[in-house]
Antibody, heavy 123, light 106 residues
Framework: QVQLQQSGPGLVKPSQTLSLTCAIS??????????WNWIRQSPSRGLEWLGR?????????DYAVSVKSRITINPDTSKDRFSLQLNSVTPEDTAVYYC?????????????WGQGTLVTVSS | SYELSQPPSVSVSPGQTASITCSGD??????AFWYQQRPGQSPVLVIY???KRPSGIPERFSGSNSGNTATLTISGTQAMDEADYYC?????????FGGGTKLTVL
Protein backbone atom coordinates (compact mmCIF):
# COMPACT_ATOMS: atom_id res chain seq x y z
CA GLN A 1 0.00 0.00 0.00
CA VAL A 2 1.49 3.32 -1.08
CA GLN A 3 1.36 6.21 1.35
CA LEU A 4 2.39 9.81 0.80
CA GLN A 5 3.09 11.89 3.90
CA GLN A 6 3.44 15.64 3.47
CA SER A 7 5.32 18.02 5.74
CA GLY A 8 6.18 21.68 5.75
CA PRO A 9 5.11 25.06 7.14
CA GLY A 10 1.55 26.28 6.89
CA LEU A 11 2.43 29.97 6.82
CA VAL A 12 4.80 31.72 4.42
CA LYS A 13 5.48 35.42 4.10
CA PRO A 14 5.00 37.22 0.78
CA SER A 15 8.08 37.21 -1.48
CA GLN A 16 9.57 34.24 0.40
CA THR A 17 9.89 30.60 -0.69
CA LEU A 18 7.25 27.94 -0.05
CA SER A 19 8.86 24.57 0.70
CA LEU A 20 7.04 21.26 1.16
CA THR A 21 8.21 17.66 1.30
CA CYS A 22 6.39 14.44 0.44
CA ALA A 23 7.70 11.19 1.94
CA ILE A 24 6.93 8.01 0.00
CA SER A 25 6.29 4.60 1.52
CA UNK A 26 5.35 1.50 -0.43
CA UNK A 27 7.05 2.72 -3.63
CA UNK A 28 10.24 4.46 -4.70
CA UNK A 29 10.84 7.95 -6.00
CA UNK A 30 13.10 6.23 -8.57
CA UNK A 31 10.29 4.00 -9.87
CA UNK A 32 10.26 3.55 -13.64
CA UNK A 33 6.45 3.39 -13.77
CA UNK A 34 5.47 6.37 -11.65
CA UNK A 35 5.93 10.12 -11.47
CA TRP A 36 5.70 12.36 -8.44
CA ASN A 37 3.51 15.41 -8.64
CA TRP A 38 2.49 18.54 -6.77
CA ILE A 39 -1.08 19.81 -7.15
CA ARG A 40 -2.77 22.66 -5.34
CA GLN A 41 -6.39 23.61 -4.72
CA SER A 42 -7.97 26.93 -3.93
CA PRO A 43 -11.53 28.26 -4.20
CA SER A 44 -10.50 30.71 -6.92
CA ARG A 45 -8.35 28.37 -9.05
CA GLY A 46 -9.81 24.92 -8.31
CA LEU A 47 -7.41 22.01 -8.74
CA GLU A 48 -4.19 23.21 -10.37
CA TRP A 49 -1.36 20.89 -11.36
CA LEU A 50 2.04 22.43 -10.63
CA GLY A 51 4.54 19.89 -11.88
CA ARG A 52 6.22 16.52 -11.46
CA UNK A 53 9.52 14.69 -11.33
CA UNK A 54 10.23 11.18 -12.58
CA UNK A 55 13.05 8.78 -13.37
CA UNK A 56 13.42 7.03 -16.71
CA UNK A 57 17.13 6.13 -16.76
CA UNK A 58 17.69 9.79 -15.90
CA UNK A 59 15.71 12.41 -14.03
CA UNK A 60 13.07 14.54 -15.73
CA UNK A 61 10.68 17.23 -14.61
CA ASP A 62 7.64 18.91 -16.14
CA TYR A 63 6.15 22.16 -14.87
CA ALA A 64 2.96 24.10 -15.43
CA VAL A 65 3.45 27.21 -17.54
CA SER A 66 1.76 29.31 -14.85
CA VAL A 67 4.53 28.66 -12.31
CA LYS A 68 7.45 27.54 -14.48
CA SER A 69 9.66 30.52 -13.62
CA ARG A 70 9.23 30.02 -9.85
CA ILE A 71 9.04 26.27 -9.21
CA THR A 72 11.48 23.46 -8.53
CA ILE A 73 10.53 19.85 -7.77
CA ASN A 74 13.44 17.71 -6.61
CA PRO A 75 13.74 14.02 -5.81
CA ASP A 76 15.63 12.81 -2.75
CA THR A 77 16.65 9.24 -3.48
CA SER A 78 18.39 8.72 -0.14
CA LYS A 79 15.10 9.19 1.75
CA ASP A 80 12.54 8.25 -0.95
CA ARG A 81 10.85 11.61 -0.94
CA PHE A 82 10.45 14.64 -3.16
CA SER A 83 10.09 18.31 -2.52
CA LEU A 84 8.39 21.42 -3.82
CA GLN A 85 9.93 24.86 -3.79
CA LEU A 86 7.89 27.81 -5.01
CA ASN A 87 9.70 31.13 -5.01
CA SER A 88 8.47 34.69 -4.66
CA VAL A 89 5.07 33.73 -3.31
CA THR A 90 2.11 36.10 -3.14
CA PRO A 91 -1.29 35.75 -1.42
CA GLU A 92 -2.53 34.19 -4.70
CA ASP A 93 -0.39 31.15 -3.84
CA THR A 94 -2.51 30.47 -0.76
CA ALA A 95 -3.99 27.01 -1.27
CA VAL A 96 -4.12 23.44 -0.08
CA TYR A 97 -1.10 21.70 -1.59
CA TYR A 98 -1.15 17.99 -2.39
CA CYS A 99 1.53 15.59 -3.49
CA UNK A 100 0.33 12.74 -5.70
CA UNK A 101 1.62 9.78 -7.67
CA UNK A 102 0.76 9.30 -11.30
CA UNK A 103 1.05 5.69 -12.25
CA UNK A 104 1.71 4.23 -15.65
CA UNK A 105 -0.46 1.24 -14.63
CA UNK A 106 -3.42 3.63 -14.47
CA UNK A 107 -2.53 5.47 -17.67
CA UNK A 108 -0.87 8.18 -15.58
CA UNK A 109 -3.91 8.82 -13.43
CA UNK A 110 -3.26 10.11 -9.91
CA UNK A 111 -3.86 6.99 -7.85
CA UNK A 112 -2.37 8.08 -4.53
CA TRP A 113 -2.52 11.48 -2.88
CA GLY A 114 -1.00 13.01 0.22
CA GLN A 115 -3.18 14.34 3.01
CA GLY A 116 -2.92 17.96 1.84
CA THR A 117 -1.24 20.95 3.48
CA LEU A 118 -2.94 24.30 3.80
CA VAL A 119 -0.35 26.96 3.02
CA THR A 120 -1.29 30.56 3.74
CA VAL A 121 0.78 33.39 2.28
CA SER A 122 0.51 36.32 4.65
CA SER A 123 2.71 38.74 6.51
CA SER B 1 -3.95 26.48 -23.32
CA TYR B 2 -6.26 23.48 -23.09
CA GLU B 3 -9.41 23.82 -21.01
CA LEU B 4 -11.99 21.44 -19.56
CA SER B 5 -15.50 22.60 -18.65
CA GLN B 6 -17.89 21.01 -16.17
CA PRO B 7 -21.33 22.05 -14.92
CA PRO B 8 -21.00 23.57 -11.42
CA SER B 9 -23.69 21.37 -9.95
CA VAL B 10 -25.80 18.29 -10.61
CA SER B 11 -28.64 16.96 -8.46
CA VAL B 12 -29.95 13.41 -8.34
CA SER B 13 -32.43 11.43 -6.26
CA PRO B 14 -31.18 8.38 -4.35
CA GLY B 15 -31.25 5.27 -6.51
CA GLN B 16 -31.34 7.24 -9.76
CA THR B 17 -28.60 7.75 -12.34
CA ALA B 18 -26.34 10.80 -12.23
CA SER B 19 -24.40 11.99 -15.25
CA ILE B 20 -21.61 14.55 -15.05
CA THR B 21 -20.12 15.92 -18.25
CA CYS B 22 -16.70 17.29 -19.07
CA SER B 23 -16.12 19.19 -22.30
CA GLY B 24 -12.90 19.99 -24.10
CA ASP B 25 -11.69 20.38 -27.66
CA UNK B 26 -11.28 16.89 -29.16
CA UNK B 27 -11.33 15.44 -25.65
CA UNK B 28 -12.28 12.07 -27.14
CA UNK B 29 -8.76 11.82 -28.58
CA UNK B 30 -7.27 12.03 -25.08
CA UNK B 31 -7.70 9.83 -22.03
CA ALA B 32 -10.15 11.21 -19.47
CA PHE B 33 -9.85 10.70 -15.73
CA TRP B 34 -12.37 11.34 -12.96
CA TYR B 35 -11.81 12.07 -9.28
CA GLN B 36 -14.21 12.14 -6.34
CA GLN B 37 -13.50 14.53 -3.49
CA ARG B 38 -15.51 14.54 -0.28
CA PRO B 39 -15.30 17.58 2.01
CA GLY B 40 -12.01 17.80 3.85
CA GLN B 41 -10.50 14.83 2.01
CA SER B 42 -8.00 14.31 -0.77
CA PRO B 43 -9.31 13.43 -4.25
CA VAL B 44 -9.81 9.76 -5.15
CA LEU B 45 -9.38 8.36 -8.66
CA VAL B 46 -12.67 6.72 -9.72
CA ILE B 47 -12.22 6.40 -13.52
CA TYR B 48 -9.05 6.26 -15.64
CA UNK B 49 -8.47 5.88 -19.36
CA UNK B 50 -12.07 6.97 -20.09
CA UNK B 51 -13.86 3.85 -18.87
CA LYS B 52 -11.76 1.87 -16.39
CA ARG B 53 -12.28 1.61 -12.65
CA PRO B 54 -9.39 1.24 -10.20
CA SER B 55 -9.69 -1.64 -7.78
CA GLY B 56 -12.04 -0.84 -4.92
CA ILE B 57 -14.24 1.55 -6.91
CA PRO B 58 -17.87 0.34 -7.03
CA GLU B 59 -19.30 -0.91 -10.31
CA ARG B 60 -21.95 1.81 -10.25
CA PHE B 61 -19.25 4.24 -11.45
CA SER B 62 -18.70 4.20 -15.19
CA GLY B 63 -17.27 6.50 -17.82
CA SER B 64 -17.34 7.28 -21.51
CA ASN B 65 -15.47 9.66 -23.79
CA SER B 66 -16.24 10.62 -27.37
CA GLY B 67 -16.00 13.69 -29.53
CA ASN B 68 -15.63 16.70 -27.25
CA THR B 69 -17.29 15.24 -24.16
CA ALA B 70 -16.40 12.78 -21.43
CA THR B 71 -19.15 11.62 -19.09
CA LEU B 72 -19.06 10.13 -15.61
CA THR B 73 -22.16 8.09 -14.85
CA ILE B 74 -23.17 6.92 -11.39
CA SER B 75 -25.92 4.31 -11.47
CA GLY B 76 -28.08 3.70 -8.41
CA THR B 77 -26.65 6.80 -6.74
CA GLN B 78 -26.22 6.56 -2.99
CA ALA B 79 -26.03 9.26 -0.34
CA MET B 80 -22.33 8.50 0.08
CA ASP B 81 -21.73 9.56 -3.53
CA GLU B 82 -22.47 13.18 -2.66
CA ALA B 83 -19.16 14.92 -3.36
CA ASP B 84 -17.28 17.11 -5.79
CA TYR B 85 -16.20 15.42 -9.02
CA TYR B 86 -13.33 16.59 -11.21
CA CYS B 87 -12.36 15.52 -14.69
CA UNK B 88 -8.74 15.59 -15.83
CA UNK B 89 -6.73 15.08 -18.99
CA UNK B 90 -3.13 15.27 -20.09
CA UNK B 91 -2.22 17.88 -22.68
CA UNK B 92 1.27 17.14 -23.95
CA UNK B 93 3.21 16.69 -20.71
CA UNK B 94 1.01 18.88 -18.55
CA UNK B 95 -2.20 18.26 -16.66
CA UNK B 96 -5.55 20.00 -16.98
CA PHE B 97 -8.40 19.71 -14.49
CA GLY B 98 -11.99 20.69 -14.98
CA GLY B 99 -13.53 23.19 -12.60
CA GLY B 100 -15.43 20.51 -10.70
CA THR B 101 -19.08 19.52 -10.30
CA LYS B 102 -20.86 19.35 -6.97
CA LEU B 103 -23.11 16.30 -6.93
CA THR B 104 -26.04 16.63 -4.56
CA VAL B 105 -28.07 13.55 -3.66
CA LEU B 106 -31.50 14.60 -2.46
Amino acid sequence: QVQLQQSGPGLVKPSQTLSLTCAISGDSVSSNSAAWNWIRQSPSRGLEWLGRTYYRSEWYSDYAVSVKSRITINPDTSKDRFSLQLNSVTPEDTAVYYCARDNWNYSNGFDYWGQGTLVTVSS
Amino acid sequence: SYELSQPPSVSVSPGQTASITCSGDKLGKKSAFWYQQRPGQSPVLVIYQDTKRPSGIPERFSGSNSGNTATLTISGTQAMDEADYYCQAWDSSTVVFGGGTKLTVL
